[in-house]
């Protein structure tokens, strides 16, 4: 069953039906100040850090999920029946409903009574504010007299106090209204020289700012009795809840249509100007009255949208395929694209499934995702590489992750999960090889922020590397630490009480757990930092780095190897984890994936033993679980893993994340039929027909996928903010189509499946654009080059003269 339709050519998902079975969310803005919007309006706003910048409120765990949020209420003066045009509050059975989420924006549009509503809801690029842009049509035969009301609720700042400290926050609320502007102030006096404001583009029937006037004593959002009465009272919130309502009355002729903008913003004045007269406590409003003056003009709204169109456009187009495959195409082309750049804002902090005020920006998630986002905003990639860098220990170790805001790491997950340091060596590495600024690494970066402590960007990537050679446990393979790439799998944790982090808790010393995904990682990124030495004419260096890469294929070959599939640990017994002698967790997806991914195998046929392991237990229709069989009690010995029901999660879920590693796997091996087929499983555009099982938003990866343990199999969870992205997008891209950034060219190798007659694909790279036209003209994975019709060896499609700004790639493949 579906809920909507894809519209292609406006890159947007076009919900029909509002009682979606999750919120089916969308993401405004792009670069400091955000919104989560549900397809009913739902969501919240904030400043940089979702957490300490909140602008306005959300209820957690509520019922609907996705309360608060930016509520429109239109009012027939004639009949007092009211109703929203986003259904949620009142949910009203509309005539016409349709929720078109968009690149960086959200149409929501619906008929009532013959009253067409249509609000655009966007943030314009470079500013601090969010714009709501109502579009009222009257389609009946006589003239309408409505009202319209507009609702949002602020979040006093700290999102965590917010939801907490009721007994100081319900007495500091304060508020100022001049010239129909709300400006929302409260700690203004103090500490803080930021304030939000909500603002309307005419003139007011009324105003409201004290909840409790606007919705009335005992009521809900769903029944406002100012909505109800058709007039708000003009209240002044004083403590307790300030929201911001405005009352419009508009009067459509038949046919006639009128525009009504809202704009909700965040301001910020410099410590020494916060008050206007100087020496009073009002807000000194000189700097934004301009902005907000602007943004209320019809003319300057539509240019800013179209800016923000062609904002998405050039992003976009930096990497566009035509494939025959329409679910390939409209992932790689459209949404993979745009919900990597949403990791790339958000890491893990805000979505309906991260509350927004539990983590910062993750360590390992922020370097992953780079995959995914660095040939749109390479720039930015840089920046987040040098931040990320600046948060890492002098041991070479990482905190597990920093506050975006301060950009300091924190301890609120602790560090010590040892495979961190190496996703540093991977991000890095993508990000070379797209740009090829190699300046980067000389780029002078502290250590825990600690200035005086700043060394080369390079000298990070050896710690890391350093870093696991420092850790070997009794096999030779690196100590697991806290956990590796699986936060769960907690070999030293041995928690035997109620609530305690799994995170944080030690009760080992750690010197006997090894983790033999981290050895495969190490492989990985010590190739790559090898790589990166040689062509810093290091050689020694570098031929150091392959020794140690050799030793630790050869403990994996020892004492990594189950005979049919990799293991995936030792326990803190010396036990292995991810055995056939195991009870349960036998078998592991990570190890299989990532070893063959990192070229282990390739020569002795355990890479494709493993494969065939990983096809015959652990793949289903839904997509490739993560272990089996699962875990059915608690481990202490093993920790979190075992903590979720079997299906759920890290135990025997289907983690979105790790599935492209075996879809890499697969095209090391040349077999692009499985590796599209894998990726197909768990395309959620692929699975749109079956919105009713997958019930998460079918234009974006969510994290996990119920496995076949589960009673809600198929079912996804976790949607938007996964490494799922970044990796199925980097799958698809550069390993199954094949179109491989490397630090001498463009690589052209696609793995792709044998009834594909070919491909076509347009690549920026390097400031230069590729035509790429891949032919199929024999079942094999053998690639013939011609560059502008000239042959060329191998490929590696080489930079072309300077100057040069289009080339034509004809792939063969035979
Ligand atoms: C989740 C993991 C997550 C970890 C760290 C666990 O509860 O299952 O997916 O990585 O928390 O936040
Ligand atoms: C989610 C975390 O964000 C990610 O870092 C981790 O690798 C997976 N969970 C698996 O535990």
Redo the contacts with the bound molecule.
């Keep these: 069953m579906k809920y909507g339709y894809f519209d292609d050519e406006n890159r947007e998902y076009v919900i029909t039906q509002p009682d979606t079975p999750l919120p089916w969310i969308n993401y405004l803005g792009c670069q400091a100040y955000f919104g989560i919007i549900s397809n009913t309006a739902g969501g919240y706003s904030f400043y940089r850090d979702a957490r300490l910048r909140r602008v306005t409120r959300y209820r957690y765990n509520n019922a609907p999920y996705d309360f608060g949020g930016r509520y429109i209420y239109l009012r027939d003066d004639d009949s007092s029946e009211f109703w929203s045009p986003s259904w949620q509050p009142t949910r009203q059975v509309l005539e016409r409903y349709t929720c078109r989420h968009g690149m960086g924006y959200t149409v929501i549009g619906s008929r009532y009574h013959g009253i067409e509503a249509q609000t655009n809801y966007f943030v314009p690029l470079d500013q601090d504010l969010e714009i709501w842009r109502v579009t009222l049509t009257n389609r009946r035969s006589a003239r309408a007299s409505l009202s319209i009301f507009s609702s949002i609720e602020f979040c006093l700042w700290d999102a965590q106090d917010d939801a907490t400290n009721f007994q100081r926050n319900f007495s500091i609320g304060e508020v100022e209204i001049e010239d129909g502007v709300i400006y929302h102030k409260t700690e203004y006096r103090e500490r803080r020289n930021h304030f939000a404001y909500f603002a309307c583009s005419r003139s007011l029937a009324g105003f409201d700012t004290q909840r409790e006037a606007f919705l009335g004593p005992c009521r809900g959002w769903d029944r406002p009795v100012a909505v109800e009465r058709g007039q708000l009272s003009n209240s002044v919130a004083h403590g307790w809840a300030p929201m911001g309502a405005h009352h419009v009355k508009v009067a459509l002729e038949p046919g006639e249509t009128q525009q009504i903008i809202f704009l909700l913003g965040y301001h910020e004045n410099p410590q020494a100007q916060k008050f206007d007269p100087p020496d009073s406590q009002t807000v000194n409003k000189q700097t934004v009255k301009p902005v907000i003056a602007r943004y209320l003009g019809l003319a300057e709204v539509d240019a800013a949208f179209e800016k923000l169109r062609q904002y998405w456009d050039g992003l976009l187009g930096i990497c566009q395929v035509a494939t025959p495959d329409v679910h390939t195409n409209r992932m790689v082309n459209i949404w993979n694209a745009y919900q990597c750049m949403a990791t790339f804002n958000m890491s893990?902090s805000a979505s309906f499934y991260e509350s927004g005020i539990g983590r910062g920006l993750?360590f390992?998630?922020s370097n992953q995702d780079l995959l995914g986002f660095v040939h749109m905003v390479p720039a930015r990639a840089r920046e987040r590489i040098l931040d990320l860098a600046a948060t890492q220990l002098a041991t070479g170790g990482a905190y597990h992750q920093y506050q975006p805001l301060t950009k300091r790491g924190n301890n609120d997950v602790g560090g010590n999960f040892n495979d961190d340091p190496h996703w540093l060596i991977i991000g890095v590495a993508a990000y070379l090889k797209e740009t090829g600024d190699w300046s980067i690494l000389d780029e002078p970066v502290p250590y825990d922020n600690a200035p005086g402590s700043e060394r080369p960007l390079y000298e990070h990537l050896q710690r890391s590397f350093q870093y696991t050679l420092d850790r070997l446990g009794p096999h030779g393979l690196p100590l697991i630490g806290r956990a590796d790439?699986?936060?769960?799998l907690n070999l030293n944790c041995f928690s035997d009480t109620p609530g305690q982090s799994f995170q944080t808790t030690t009760n080992k010393d750690g010197k006997i757990a090894e983790s033999v995904f981290i050895a495969a990682l190490f492989v990985l990124a010590g190739r790559e930092i090898a790589d990166i030495a040689r062509h810093k004419g290091r050689k020694e260096e570098a031929a150091r780095y392959l020794a140690e890469v050799a030793k630790m294929e050869d403990a994996i070959r020892k004492h990594g190897w189950d005979g049919e599939w990799f293991l995936r640990a030792y326990d803190d017994f010396g036990r292995k984890v991810g055995s056939k002698e195991c009870a349960e967790g036998k078998i592991f997806i990570e190890t299989q994936g990532f070893s063959v991914l990192a070229g282990i195998g390739l020569d002795d046929g355990r890479a494709s033993a493993a494969m065939e392991s990983v096809a015959k237990h652990l793949a289903t229709p839904h997509g490739i679980i993560l272990q089996q069989p699962a875990y059915s009690k608690y481990y202490l010995e093993l920790g979190e893993i075992s903590s979720y029901p079997p299906g759920y999660k890290?135990n025997a879920g289907i983690?979105c994340?790790n599935n492209p590693w075996v879809m890499i796997a697969d095209t090391r091996l040349g077999n692009g039929d499985r590796a599209h087929d894998y990726y197909a499983r768990i395309n959620p555009s692929a699975r749109e027909p079956i919105s009713e099982v997958h019930r998460c938003e079918p234009y974006v990866y969510a994290?996990m996928i119920a496995g076949r343990d589960a009673p809600t199999y198929g079912e996804a969870k976790n949607s938007w903010l996964?490494?799922t992205a970044a990796w199925n997008y980097y799958a698809i891209t550069q390993w199954i189509l094949g179109i491989h950034p490397t630090y001498d060219g463009l690589e052209i190798r696609p793995v792709v499946p044998k009834g594909w007659r070919g491909l076509k694909a347009t690549r920026i790279f390097r400031g230069v654009t590729y035509h790429i036209n891949v032919t199929r003209q024999g079942e094999g994975n053998r690639v013939t080059l011609r560059v502008n019709g000239v042959p060329q060896e191998g490929a590696v499609v080489p930079a072309p003269a300077v100057g040069v700004r289009e080339v034509a790639v004809e792939a063969t493949l035979t």
């Design positions: 893990r993750g390992r998630d790439w699986n936060d769960c890290e983690f994340h994290q996964t490494g």
